[in-house]
């Protein structure tokens, strides 16, 4: 449900002081969600759970290049909720961003809040998701954002276009899920089945009539919006005899990038062109894991791409190839091929002065359970993670309320450390137990206004390496290198991209390797970053960084709602 009212950018200029807005004209747009409970079903499985407005997945939100939209949150369910805008900026204003205990206090059942989605340079595809617990496995839905009315693409115009979001399906209880694995220390069971549009296709049992058909017509071509919406894993997508070509990723467009399959991270987005260009027929779309590490679900979600027009459909459509579940090296080149367009429309702006300089260590750890008690990790331990070896608690009311207010004493540290607190040989093929233990901390990184940054991370093999797919909260990033082992200060950077590296806002660190991203920080605010699998994140892969207030007016964080919520 949405609204749409035209007004000058004067008057947003003014109202919410919007300086990275279009100049021109700009849209509010509202939509009404409703949080509550809705029975579904699945693999012939009943249950209740946690949607928005009944949807699974959820509504699509769709708005134009520097409008700001406004979405009425009522909680009418019985579990708290918060909502991230997952790639919007939010310039100034991280009060709507999100994060349960970061940016906000959680939306509590019974009440609502009206968050202001402020939407700047993004242009594409992003989504929307739950930010509290696990809530995500159900509430989540695509946000496209379209060019300015009178702009087109930087691509010929497709016939049509259609969001695809992997999803994933649990049998049980999700809360439940998280519950039971937070308390024995071990991992999560995992899901029962992956989904596309919330369909897990027809070689899942008791699925035949619960798979997403996607109909095409012989010789057009289709923008296909994909968001990887699944908890904990990497994913390798594929369609039948079909190439397809990325044109963007993180709402930037990319240069075209010709495939014949995709690798995406979770959070991440990919929009890619697809010519129905093969004899018509039934072809399978298809996706599974890619997984370097860990126990993961190794089923394949499917789809069937139908050709219009009149022919004998096959008695079961082709079925694509996916790269092995462990091919490291098909998914990190996937990532590796993706370029900015860097031309006159669309430039980069990759700092070169670097004035901030830091370099993250990302690990798997563990810590002996209390009271001589036995938990489910490795070595009857407990799993946690970190960065730079500390172990994320969240704080009981919102960092962010607590910075604007000054009133960080007892909320939050600033002492997040800028490098690693010991070196060691972080990819080793075996790290001392003694490098396992993390300390906890509820701690932040303080970053001036302006500041350039080039931040690596370091994937480590303690406990044992994965990859570590990367969000940033409140910016997008240049990607301008990445490779394996350890990173070299003195060899790496000779071989960083910095003509056409790509602008995004997830980015997979390689299984005990290293990646290394440059933004300018000129967003003032409270920003989350943290792995975007579930799991990590819920063990501690998570920290915040606070980008201080600039000297101009319209360099400084903006005030907050009435409305926001309460701990």
């Known amino acids: 449900m949405w609204s749409t009212t035209k007004i000058s950018i004067l008057f947003l200029l003014g109202v919410i002081l919007l300086g990275n807005a279009t100049p021109g004209l700009a849209l509010v747009r509202r939509y009404k969600f409703v949080l509550g409970n809705s029975a579904h079903t699945r693999l012939c499985t009943n249950k209740t759970m946690l949607t928005i407005n009944g949807q699974f997945p959820g509504p699509t939100i ?268 098909s998914s990190v080149n996937f990532t590796n091929r993706l370029r900015s367009l860097a031309n006159a429309k669309y430039p980069v702006d990759v700092p070169l002065n670097i004035t901030e300089t830091l370099y993250f260590t990302l690990s798997i750890n563990l810590r002996p359970c209390p009271n001589d008690t036995v938990c489910d990790g490795p070595l009857q331990e407990r799993f946690l993670a970190s960065v730079n070896n500390v172990t994320m608690v969240l704080p009981k009311t919102a960092i962010l309320e607590a910075y604007y207010r000054g009133m960080g004493a007892g909320v939050y540290e600033t002492d997040f450390p800028d490098n690693p607190p010991f070196r060691f040989n972080y990819t080793q093929g075996f790290v001392p137990i003694d490098l396992w233990r993390p300390e906890n901390g509820t701690s932040v990184n303080v970053i001036k206004y302006n500041s350039n940054v080039e931040l690596v991370f370091q994937g480590t093999n303690t406990v044992g390496g994965i990859d570590h797919p990367m969000h940033l909260h409140g910016y997008s990033f240049y990607v301008v290198g990445s490779g394996f082992g350890n990173f070299n200060r003195r060899r790496d950077p000779q071989n960083y991209n910095l003509v056409d590296p790509p602008l995004m806002e997830t980015i997979a660190v390689p299984v005990n390797g290293w990646t290394a991203i440059r933004f300018k920080a000129n967003n003032p605010g409270v920003w989350f970053m943290h792995c975007h699998f579930e799991r990590h994140v819920s063990w501690g892969m998570g920290m915040v960084f606070i980008v201080k207030n600039g000297k101009r007016p319209e360099e400084r964080l903006l005030p907050p709602p009435s409305d926001l919520p309460r701990c």
């Open 62 to 329: 769709y708005a134009r290049k520097g409008d700001l939209v406004i979405v009425d949150l009522y909680n009418r369910a019985s579990h708290n909720i918060t909502i991230h805008w997952h790639g919007v900026k939010m310039p100034r204003y991280p009060w709507s961003d999100g994060p349960e205990y970061v940016t906000q206090c959680p939306v509590s059942p019974g009440t609502k809040f009206s968050q202001r989605i402020v939407l700047s340079d993004e242009e594409g595809t992003l989504w929307w998701h739950a930010h509290s617990e696990w809530s995500r496995a159900s509430v989540y839905g695509a946000l496209i954002i379209l060019p300015l009315k009178n702009e087109t693409y930087p691509f010929p115009k497709p016939h049509a276009e259609v969001p695809l979001l992997l999803g994933e399906w649990w049998n049980a209880d999700v809360q439940e899920v998280m519950e039971e694995f937070m308390a024995s220390g071990g991992d999560p069971n995992i899901s029962d089945a992956f989904l596309i549009n919330g369909q897990p296709g027809d070689l899942y049992s008791c699925s035949t009539q619960d798979t997403f058909k996607l109909s095409v017509e012989f010789g057009k071509t289709y923008l296909i919006r994909m968001v990887n919406a699944v908890m904990n894993n990497i994913m390798f997508f594929r369609i039948a005899n079909h190439s397809i070509t990325v044109v963007g990723t993180d709402a930037a467009y990319t240069k075209p990038l010709t495939s014949d399959y995709i690798t995406i991270s979770p959070g991440q987005t990919i929009d890619f062109l697809l010519t129905a260009d093969q004899p018509p027929s039934h072809y399978y779309m298809a996706s599974r894991v890619y997984a370097s590490a860990g126990f993961s679900d190794n089923t394949t979600t499917t789809g069937i791409l139908e050709y219009a027009g009149n022919y004998t459909a096959p008695p079961s459509p082709a079925l694509p190839t996916l790269p092995q579940f462990n091919d490291t090296t």
